[in-house]
């Protein structure tokens, strides 16, 4: 923390000038100089400690005014005292430097008063400026602390925020797919049942009627239609629980064969089911990164990426033959693409780390929420 703020420096003035005042009592002797000593140094003392008494300062004013006829140095406190009632932004203090003019003895003419006065107001009125700015300063910088910490929050519960999404949105999706088989697929089905219940009691009944069995066999038609028309609604809610954009393995496949510098050899290994769909993202995005920077940057022959999923977390390794040996390892880093990228893995509770070596190397690892923990929570 600086030593020089406005509050030190108002401080340290105001002391001096008290200090001015005592020495001036000393070499005078007389009591209303003594009298003012005391009542500065006391109504300074009371406002240090109760900042929000700025307004008494008017008494200081009142009692230096009423004792410029008792001593002539009394002027020099009223000085003082509108330099103090400029830096605590009580203004009309200033009211009562004119009063003195009418009081000043011969001995310290006007002129001296006036340039002294203007030197006050004008010093309190710098460290008042200086307090606000100092103040406004303070405030932005709790409102960017605060904001901060804001995000900060939403950061650490950013993952178990998606992990609870993800299950709402799987949630809400078998609930709309059981509504669509029962409303649609479901009663087809169950009129189907019914007919073919009533076609084949028609048969077994013993009847040899050319006319029941001509309507056994419409009753059978008409079921088999329905049975086509539900097994159709059902095929029609499994197609359209396909995604229109390909999410997962295939996209990371689909991203290695549009890739069009060099080959890109794709290996996984692992249940992929276990990854969620905010992973996924950052998987493809971490992937795409690289896949750009290979591009740009390197003149690389073949680019090696391997998926490992496990248990409890999936890595993403992409390497490739591209290293430039003239640049020293100090000057390889993460560049601002791949520092967004290791926020976002480590907002999930992952990583990301950069290895230059015989090949290039990233390699990005993220958590998987336990099957038990998921049911567990629900």
Known sequence: ???????????????AGIGLIFALWVGSGEMAGFFLFLLLLLMTVIRWR?????????????????????????????IFTLFEG????????????????????????????I???????????????????????????????????????????LPDML????????????????????????????????????????????????EKHQEALELYDAALERLDVGVNKIREAVHNLQSTTSIGVESLLEICRDFPPCPVDFKMYGDSSKIPVYIWNILESCLNECLTNVMRHAKASHVFVTLDVTEYMVRL????????????????????????????????GGSLSVDAGELFRVICVMPLEDDEEKGTDK
């Open 1 to 15: 923390m600086s030593l020089l703020v406005p509050e030190k420096c108002f401080y340290f003035s105001k002391v």
């Open 50 to 78: 109760f900042p929000y008494l700025g307004a008494t300062v008017i008494i200081d004013g009142v009692v230096c005014i009423a004792v410029i006829g008792l001593w002539e140095y009394a002027y020099l406190a009223l």
């Open 86 to 113: 400029v830096y605590r932004r009580f203004y009309p203090i200033i009211i009562f430097g004119l009063a003195p003019a009418f009081f000043i003895s011969f001995h310290y003419p006007h002129i001296h008063y």
């Open 115 to 157: 340039l002294l006065s203007t030197l006050g107001v004008l010093c309190g009125f710098f460290l008042e400026r200086w307090l606000q700015e100092k103040e406004e300063k303070i405030a932005i910088r709790d409102d960017v602390a605060g904001k901060y910490y804001d995000v900060e929050s939403i950061k650490e519960e």
């Open 163 to 210: 992990t609870r999404l993800e299950r709402m949105t799987a949630l809400s999706e078998r609930n709309r797919i059981a509504r669509e088989i029962h409303d649609n697929a479901g009663h087809e089905i169950v009129a189907a049942n019914i007919s073919l219940q009533v076609a084949r009691g028609m048969l077994n009944s013993g009847s040899t009627s050319l």
């Open 317 to 348: 390794c992409i390497e490739n033959d591209g290293v430039d040996k003239t640049i020293s390892n100090d000057r390889r880093g993460l560049g601002s693409g791949l520092k967004n990228l290791q926020h976002r893995a480590v907002t999930v």
